[in-house]
Nanobody, 116 residues
């Protein structure tokens, strides 16, 4: 089992920045990928950013150049640095870990609201 606790969400004006954190505990050695998803009201949950154990990253087109995913193995934490935020980035952001056996773990979600 893996437990995930997110922090760092909040209210920010357009153009501002936030950094989300996701602290993991439990059997993290089973994890092969760490991801951030988001879900806006009335929309499906979408994958925003992903990072593998080897450090390869991928982003949804709408955040490329503005968001950066990173991980700190020593702290068992994954981050999402979000710059140049736009109102359309408003959503609940979820941390997601995927194990080698394809099991998925989810955090509780953190609200990000970007005002225009």
């Amino acid at each position: 089992q893996v437990q995930l606790v997110e922090s760092g969400g909040g209210l920010v004006q357009a153009g501002g920045s936030l950094r989300l954190s996701c602290a993991a505990s439990g059997n993290i050695f089973s994890i092969k990928a760490r991801n951030w998803y988001r879900q806006a009201p009335g929309k499906q949950r979408e994958l925003v950013a992903a990072i593998t154990n080897g450090g390869s990253t991928d982003y949804v087109d709408s955040v490329k150049g503005r968001f950066t995913i990173s991980r700190d193995f020593a702290k068992n934490t994954v981050y999402l640095q979000m710059n140049s935020l736009k109102p359309e980035d408003t959503a609940v952001y979820y941390c997601n870990f995927k194990s080698w056996s394809e099991h998925e773990y989810w955090g509780q979600g953190t609200q990000v609201t970007v005002s225009s």
